[in-house]
């Protein structure tokens, strides 16, 4: 029997390192998890080793893809800056390499992502293009072109979460006002459920029994689950999300044409309430030019497994 | 000697049909233009055609490139709807190619003025990747990715003239509300001037006695030239474009990160009345990633000869 | 029997001058109508004269008001401005005061307006204040506070028209970018409409029959009929207006406090098309204070004899 | 020597309650302060009362006035609500003046301090009527027409700081998004620049250093200080928050036309850093309007001492 070439993804994200041995089909043969040290530089890339270390041992593992949020140089091999952890111009291709001996690509999280649905996903019968939104606490963004992920003349390609949606509109952490972040993600959408639930209490009982009664403890998986109850508030505060999403979906749309738009991340598990406003908005957008084909908006596959296999699957084509 | 390659670039525009015999290295050896009988779909093919007939006797002629306003199909050679030609579904590329016996290929305004700028223009250092925005009357844009026009699933990427800027904004020709070109044109330019001379009319002196006193009269050409002579209000009114215009471009360099951003269309021929501000939007727009590379901003370098430059480079490449 | 005493109303429109003796109930006795000679000062004049002369003759009258679009001074006798007449700095109560040799007090149109429904029309249970947008081509309004028009330190109080809504938003005839006029009057109705048949015709089939099949013909009455009719796109183009509509409202509400917010002109005739999504914007606008009282948003009742009963019941308090 | 009548005008804030005995000239004869115990209802009275009490002991007080953040009734008597205190339906007039034995008068603080500054301070020339915006943390108002302040038909008028400036703007406390207290307050001005200290921290360097390094460890006191100094980022931030100050100052001369507006509260120190800018905006929404007579923006005179004044003041017209 002819053997199967495995390569190891690892997704690094602000509170857990998630491994993963995949063969070439995608598929996730084992998985290992482990806390991430995030405010210790040395001890996240020795969590990361260890995870290699552990999946590794006994394998024929051909390469090791590392997906991280932040800013990847374009050899793809430095963490330039990453937001949530205390990496600054880290060399953590080297620096996994020669502990493991293994070849090493390192890459955006976001990237990562939607190179896992381009591949294995929702956007795996397409052959050339897709764009990519992650809606998780922030915004993230993949692009695949010409069947290969854009990565941009200095690796930052792609990085969709700060376009520009409101004019002198909400300050978002980045310093600017009115980035697509503080109006379509997790982090908005819970500002809006609470918002609502503060000024209309009596329409938000169903959330507010879960937050036990307090709307600043309201959290995304409350306004979901509230949501899916038929909580009327918790489903404006997804329309709103979905309105600013099928906005920014239509401009990628008019930017790229791509052959598949996909919108991934934890809250799109709440599924039609998301899409359902994200798609009239997306339509609204795009009604002059409505006689044209345009790319269907699909919600993502793979969930938060996409990190690994992607970056698995991005190690095996070094 | 050896023979050169010659090919044959059209640029129909709403007021002119402007045909040129261009070699391989982007020089234009012949010039010749047509008034476009715009209303009349079967008139403007016989222009056409008269064109390259013009420049093709005697002549080795290898292929024709069209280059026009309008969605073109993914296929190159229909015309699906251009806004100022009474074109719809039109199969231009075999009209043209059956009545002149060579190859034709049809391309977007915008992309071929782009492709000429990347080959010949303002980008020809860059070897992979470039954005462009057109801006005349209103906003077109090209981009090129990996070395290629990016055309889209659909054929109709790149069209950067509609993406949201304002919510809720001006109303635009398509019917949105706040599209970019209704910010970043020279319609938007001679808006805002007009506005601004009806309101201060004593700060725009320079510009009224330009327009013969009536605000209303105010061109594009008037806007320049009196900001070019030091006029506040027409100054103001291409800071105003540049602002919108340099927040645009970021939005690009966000997004694609290629290794150059070019301006173009009639409006760049003011400079730096319009650049300066550009640079300093796109530049604050940024601030937050001010560590990293990011691609430089620069006029477009063939000004109103790009279409035909870029659509006889794009059919030698048939 | 006791003589009852009668005044004259004049409402100074720009496409008709309305005359009309009133008694001290408010009611209309008798109408003089001409058409008004917009571009021609004396005529005007001459005109308004006509019109009083007419209605007074053989009658005891004991003064007159005129109710005019525009600047008035603020010992109301001069209209400073008017934006559809010719009249700059024009001594309009001289001139008719002279020539007809009664007393005469002018007034603007939406004060005028306001005035009319707070004595004897939606306002009339009020006893001190009112706050009236008068919506027609485009916005009016007017401040009844203390059981008297609000008229200004200069007399310019209650424009209420061009009160920023959009930043940067559409392009007002005043010059700025963003006044409510652009969003919340019979102007922006149509725009929105023609917008919406544009781009979604099929779904503006009964609108689009009605103007024979031209987006660019649709017209006010237009809307308000297909409307009426069922058509979703001219419902959705009322919904808009209400939605900027409702915010403005509450901000009066905020600033003012008063007894009665009430919405006139000719666009409310379309009833709950316009104000059941402009009392949910007004609501939904004012949550957070949802324990506290807050005025009634009622329309208007005196249609489009508001002017000519205004303006007589202010002459008959001088 | 004929007897001066004295009143006490007493200003509850958030962290101070602060009392003073008046002349009928406006002037602060003797001053009294304690802490708020903010979360205690009960506690709060006694404070208040106990100010109250050590000021009358051996004066001749004719009666106490009280200004709070807060809703209050229309009769003047009960605290309806108030954001930073305990408060909710409290009857602290009639608990005051039951304590004390003298009348009492409940007023909002916006009022009680437009009401000192208009008879005292930087609209004492003003017969008949001004608006004020009082620019602290948050933004209040005041409201004086026909001599009197505008209470409202409900005791609510002139809550200036919810009017809506930026549609789908920064989220508001209330629930809003883009009240104008997120944009021209002191919390803005921090907001404003502790992002530009992150963002461009090498031209922020004397912010910074008053800051220990820690953008954010800045507030509004250090923006001050080193605007002041020159610190560009720093001036800014004040440039950003007088443009939408200036513009919501015309939209008040639109809506109100009174004799003057004032600007007051602690962010007002900073004197021209805040009014040049502000002065500038408000002027070029006005330009339209620019041959008519308009408001000048004024300063407010009297600081903190604005609350006691205003609040003996309108207790003395009981």
Redesign the interface.
């Known amino acids: 029997m002819a053997a199967v070439t495995l390569t190891i993804g690892v997704d690094v994200g602000g509170t857990k390192v998630a491994g993963g041995v995949v063969d070439d089909t995608g598929k996730v043969l084992v998985q290992a998890r482990r806390d991430t040290p995030a405010d210790d530089v040395a001890k996240t890339r020795d969590v990361i080793i260890e995870v290699v270390t552990e999946l590794a041992v006994g394998r024929s593992i051909a390469a090791v893809g590392i997906g991280a949020a932040g ?1 990847i140089d374009v050899t793809r091999s430095t963490v ?2 990453a937001p949530n952890l205390a990496w600054r111009d880290e060399p953590l291709r080297d620096y996994v390499s020669n502990a493991t001996g293994l070849p090493v690509i390192v890459e955006n999280d976001g990237n990562v992502a939607a190179w896992a649905e381009f591949r294995y996903g929702a956007a795996r019968h397409a052959d ?2 897709m764009v990519m939104f992650t809606i998780g606490t922030g915004v993230g ?1 993949g ?1 695949v ?2 069947g ?1 992920l ?11 979460g ?10 978002c952490g ?5 980035c697509i972040e503080q ?1 379509a993600s997790g982090s908005a959408l819970v ?1 809006f459920a609470r ?2 639930a ?3 209490p009596h329409r938000a009982t169903a959330l507010l029994e879960l937050a036990g009664g307090e709307a600043e403890a309201v959290t995304g998986p409350m306004v979901t689950a509230a949501a899916q109850g038929g909580d009327p508030v918790s489903a404006e505060a997804f329309a709103q999300v979905g309105r600013w999403l099928g ?1 920014s979906l ?3 749309a ?6 598949v738009l996909v919108v991934g991340g934890g809250v799109v598990e709440a599924g039609d309430l998301l899409l359902g406003p994200t798609r009239r908005s997306f339509t609204d ?1 795009l ?9 269907e908006v699909r919600p993502a596959e793979l969930g938060n497994t996409a990190g690994v296999i992607g970056a698995a699957d991005l190690a095996r084509r070094l």
Chains 1, 2, 3, 4 share one sequence.
């Open positions: 800013w330039l800056f050339d293009s963004g692009i072109l010409g290969e854009l990565r941009g003349a200095n690796g930052i390609a792609a990085e969709l700060h376009m520009l949606t409101v004019p002198d509109g909400h300050q980045c310093g600017r006002l009115g109006y500002r918002a609502a503060r000024q209309e906005t239509a401009d990628m008019q930017i790229l044409d791509p052959q957008a009604a002059q030019r409505s006689r044209l084909p345009v790319a």
